[in-house]
């Protein structure tokens, strides 16, 4: 629908009549070009019911691996050695070592290990057996096994495969997003997985891969070998004496056994400090948005017991202002259960959650320094339990048919309270070279098909809460839920058109109470009873608005206009206009008939201007039509002017004075008071 001469309504009303209108126009004006970096509060007459049970966000896997460098991966060793005597077979060397190291720093620890258990080898000496060939034997001499001996087969054996896989190790496999959280969030994307570690001294967020256990788990098996050479048979005979110039297998030595595995990797991304100042930055731009953090997979590298305190702490420092907490919501509701703007407040919040960890004890009185986490919603710090238990889960492929096969049937079947779909490939922990963006390229284009293809909602009423991703600004994940989020349009369009039914109905009434109290139809004291007569068609009007929302919401359709902000105010702007162009300077007791029939003859012109233009509206609604809403405009224009026209002949040939009445102010006027609820009903549409 057009809101016609919307630019001198903005001008006009603003002035005086209907500036109640006209500020409402202005709010509602900016939501038609929706930007990503404020898509709730462009939308919030959208999203008005929602909670967080049936709205849908864009989240970002991995939120702040927007960088990473080999230098500060760290990776989780697993070595253990084993070594034997040679001779007695007894153990020598018993010793288990989990370093973290860093891909360029690989060798040199490793090199320390090896250089201790160097010094805790002997030299072994080994006696070879003798071969008896027939007609004598050949006895081999005796060597020793030295320790540098040792420690070389077990470089070559167990220890370069596994520097050889470390060193190989790419930065792609850490990176899952290329834009930082203020971009992030200027894309769309409204909630974020933050997964804290502590790293050299400060609070990080990472990625990491637990229980790869690649690598090998070798045994040191050496076969010894001889070569007795060849003894020439005697003349007049050639060759070699039988057994002679060939090779023996002597000795199978069990020299033990090495481990040598990469048991976890551990990308270090942006610090907690840099994320956590994107977001307030964002925040303080003005944006009237729900941000939803979620901590989790806190790393258990270099930590201490006061990580979480930390934590906890420096986002109180960074986001106190936004932070959503128990009391600003209503008595005894949690997050997942509050409408949207109960949620985002007068200037947006961040909904802070922790995921609980329970730290494990290394002896009776002694906790293991992990996160110790804990909750106070009065703080701002809450579980997940309280943002609702959700149904979905990554499906840890690497192929885009297994994963979509995964997540379909996951979403089909899900019976939980929310949905969180995972449109994520994970590199195989067989594959250290894979690259995160490779397989985001994989299957970010296709996420929109997909969705398209789902039946949402499911059987269970879910539709999709949560759309993970990587390489969120390369997706269509906040397109989606935009129209996940957005009611049905023919519901839409069926409530709009009854608005513009119900609100040419009120003109008619207001206008009608106007005109009884020009006839003085209404008994004394007039004034008293024109209030009256004004309060019951405000009432009505108010009432008819209130039967439609209610409909509306079980149909989760949208309706423009709510009751609450235009109860016993939408209907001012015709009374101040009517006050002002057609009652002004009139006395009743002195006024004759003609006096009369002229304002009443004004006040059912504008009757007729009013309802005329707003059913040209619902019509269009209905059943857009540019020539045929243009023609029904005109011709409650040119209805107004004609009834105008004779009334004025009447009234000069009547030798009426028209006073300071001003039919052409007041079309104007009436015609900008139909335009402004019509766009205001209107919303997006």
Known sequence: MRAANQGVVLGRLASGIGGFVGAILLM?????????????????????????????????????????????????????????????????????YRPTVSPTGVEDAINLILDEIRNLLPTFHVSLPCVDYGIGEFCFPSFTVSPLFMIQLIVDEA????????????????VTQDQDLYSQLSVGSRIFDL?????????????????LDKGLSKSLDWDIGGYVPCVDRPWPFSGCITGTGRSYDLLSIDLGEVKAEIDNLSGTGAPVDEVLSDIRAFMEAGNRELVILKFSHYWKGDRTSSDFDELVQRVEDYLSPWLLRSDDLPPGVVPAEALLPELVGESGRVL???A???CPRVS???????????????EGIWPPSTVSAAGGSYANEDDLDDMESDQTTKFDASTADRFDLWWTLTCPSSDLGCSVEGLADQANPYLTSFVDGLAIPNESGNTLNEIWVDFVGDTTATEIALRLNTPDPAEMMRCQAAQLSKAASVCKAVFSCYSKRVKNKLKEPADVRLEACLDRAGARFSWALETLLAKAEKKDAYCGVEKDP????????????VEQDVMADWDPALSSKHEKAYRVAMLKAGSTLCSGVLAADRRDVKKPDDE????????????FDSAMDKAEASALRNGVSLGSTDPVHFKEVVEEIADAFSALSEGPL
């Open 28 to 96: 509602m004006n900016g939501s038609a070009h929706a930007d990503d970096a404020s898509w709730m509060e462009d939308h919030v007459h959208l999203f008005r019911h929602h909670t967080l049970e049936s709205f849908s966000l864009p989240a970002s896997h991995d939120a702040a691996m927007y960088r990473a460098n080999l230098d500060d991966l760290e990776v989780d060793l697993d070595l253990k050695f084993v070594l034997k005597n040679p001779v007695s077979g007894a153990t020598v060397v018993d010793r288990s």
């Open 159 to 174: 220890i370069q495969p596994l520097v050889d896989s470390v060193l190989g190790i790419p930065e792609a496999m850490s």
């Open 195 to 211: 997964r804290p570690k502590r790293f050299e001294g400060d609070l990080y967020f990472h990625h990491s891969q637990g229980g």
């Open 352 to 354: 802070a959650v922790y």
């Open 356 to 358: 609980q960890t329970v």
């Open 364 to 378: 009776p009185d002694e906790l293991d320094p992990c996160w110790q986490t804990y909750t106070d919603p009065a």
């Open 566 to 577: 235009f109860d016993g105010s939408f209907l001012s702007p015709i009374e101040s206009v």
């Open 628 to 639: 045929k809403w243009l023609a029904a405009r005109l011709k409650a224009r040119d209805k």
